[in-house]
């Protein structure tokens, strides 16, 4: 029985670096029952595994995040101080990976129905862009690789030549984004806890990082309180019953940058498995 997913029905996929597993999980959980939407949006990991999702190819963003790791210990701090100049191997991820080690589906992306946005922070203007591509595979790869890039340990990236870093900076849960694009209904996944709240930084950036990007310095300082303004927001409109969460039910024990594959594959199970219960007491309510 499939959960009534209507015309004017978003999914919101939020980021968290490899806390994402949580929603690989979630996705896969939803790919397992024939479960879409007319629309998604995805920040950072979340676009990421979203792409996975648009494709169809279930498992793929699994695979990326735990057996990949595995593999090839793709997170490594040396690799700031490499040509890479970032904390990830970008080159894998975003090259070798999509391209030979467990191709990209692109035909099955182009003509899936529903849209997908990537959220990305423009580094010259210190807002959100949201971002859609469905027909040129570099595009798509330069959105996703900027959606994803980490301030601080990772390069800045560029989308049609415009300077870009992770989309969390700004909007690390684009619920509103999606209600504005006319979507009445929502489903949330987080990949944090009920409750959690990040601690508020009590110093301003200094004003030799990022010295081309003074927006974005002030973007970065605003960083936490806005992501915690969004978290109230969610839990209030979770509350009226506006939209559908699917998160940890207890506080997550998995990093950002999280090497341990069987911490990342509880998370990844944990993650299913609180779809499954999230879609079975749906299909109960419309009975």
């Known amino acids: 029985m499939e959960i009534g997913i209507g015309k004017y029905t978003g999914l919101v996929l939020e980021g968290g670096g490899m806390r994402g597993v949580f929603t690989c999980g979630v996705l896969d959980c939803f790919m397992d029952r024939g479960i879409r939407f007319p629309y998604t949006i995805g920040v950072s990991a979340g676009a990421c595994n979203g792409l996975s999702y648009m494709s169809g190819q ?6 990326s995040n735990i057996d990949l790791l595995d593999r090839y210990h793709y997170i490594r701090l040396r690799y700031l101080f490499t040509k890479r100049r970032s904390v990830m191997d970008f080159d894998l991820l975003f090259h070798a990976f999509p391209e030979r080690i467990l191709p990209y589906d692109y035909e099955a992306y182009r003509t899936s129905p529903g849209r997908f946005a990537m959220v ?28 994803s890039s980490l301030p601080y340990v990772c390069p800045v990236a560029h989308v049609d030549g ?19 694009e006319g979507n009445m209904r929502n489903v949330v996944v987080l990949t944090r806890n009920r409750g959690y709240r990040k601690k508020e930084q009590g110093f301003r950036i ?19 309180r806005t992501y915690n303004r969004q978290l109230a927001f969610v839990e209030a409109e979770e509350d009226k019953n506006h939209i559908v969460v699917i998160r940890p039910e207890k506080p997550v024990a998995v990093g950002r940058m999280e090497r341990d594959t069987r911490k990342l594959q509880a998370f990844y199970e944990e993650g299913y498995e609180c779809a499954a219960r999230m879609v079975s007491r749906l299909q109960a309510a419309q009975k």
Not at 120 to 144: F, H, M, Q, W
Not at 163 to 179: K, T
């Open 58 to 63: 279930r498992g793929r963003a699994r695979y």
């Open 206 to 224: 200094p004003a030799f990082i990022y010295p081309r990007y003074p927006r974005l310095r002030e973007a970065l300082n605003n960083r936490c």
């Open 162 to 180: 415009t300077p870009m870093l992770d989309g969390g900076i700004v909007d690390s849960i684009p619920l509103l984004h999606s209600m504005h």
């Open 120 to 147: 990305a922070t423009n580094c010259l203007t210190g807002e959100a862009e949201y971002l859609e591509e469905k027909e040129d595979p570099r595009r798509i790869i330069s959105i996703v690789r900027a959606s």
